[in-house]
């Protein structure tokens, strides 16, 4: 959930104490448009920012819409003040949302060109205070959020494996987790991910492994009924290699750590237009 304190800080953070720039007098109405395709997210976001300004929203478009340049997200009506203040703080929001759900996108379709069963799934590089809206901004491209936090599963890394060998990790982690968490184990070599496997592992991520490796990986794990995750680097472009190596899931830290922001204009007045108000600077 986007709460009240979550938009108090953006907006403090954007219109300080002494926001002269923005003291307009009246009533207006807004509009956001895209300057070029995109498939959309943050529209919850921003409708909390103008919400809390005591603006009316009003949405054209919903998560995961593929979008035109040119093409209305949603529109505004209320204090011109009220609504100049939050305009670029609505802006950015979606923008940056929309940008993963794009990427997202992209590589969903990659995927499909060599496997309809694949997972596309983000992972923990977020950033700080904006995990839930980039999180839903995978959903809206079509990927898989991975783990939301640290509690929602244990994943066993090369750090925890240099302290206490696999197996030793692996034990340590199933005597303390619930029946119902997963335990999820990092291997960076082919032998190491049936030993996973045999160790209790329900997930074995294939780490920085080649496609060649990875489906070599794959078919080791044939017997087992684990899901094998490749991950490590993977960029869209790689997407369909990885994907014809039978995993089940590929995670991309790019989804949300890379993505470029998708390029919006939000435009006040009744004939405003996209491009057309300077307040989009």
Known sequence: MITDSDVEKWLTEDVGHHDVTNQIPGETVGTLYATEPATVAGLEAATAVFDYLDCEVERTVG???R???GDPLLSVSGPAREMLRGERVAVN???HASGIATRTARAVEAA???SREVRIAATRKTTPGLRG???RAVVAGGGDTHRLDLSHMVMVKDNHVAEMGLEGAIDRFRERVSFVTNVEVEVETVADAPRAAAAG???VLLDNMAPAEVT???SRLADSAVLAEASGGITVEDVPAYAATGV????MGSLTHSAPSTDLSFSTGEDGHAGDCPHNR
């Not at 089940?248 to 995670?251: A, H, L, R, T």
């Open 63 to 65: 998560p995961g819409d």
């Open 67 to 69: 979008i035109e340049a």
């Open 93 to 95: 929001l979606v923008g």
């Open 112 to 114: 499909r060109e060599e």
């Open 133 to 135: 809206l980039e999180k």
């Open 201 to 203: 592992a329900d997930i």
């Open 216 to 218: 070599e990986a794959v």
């Open 248 to 251: 089940d899931v590929i995670s």
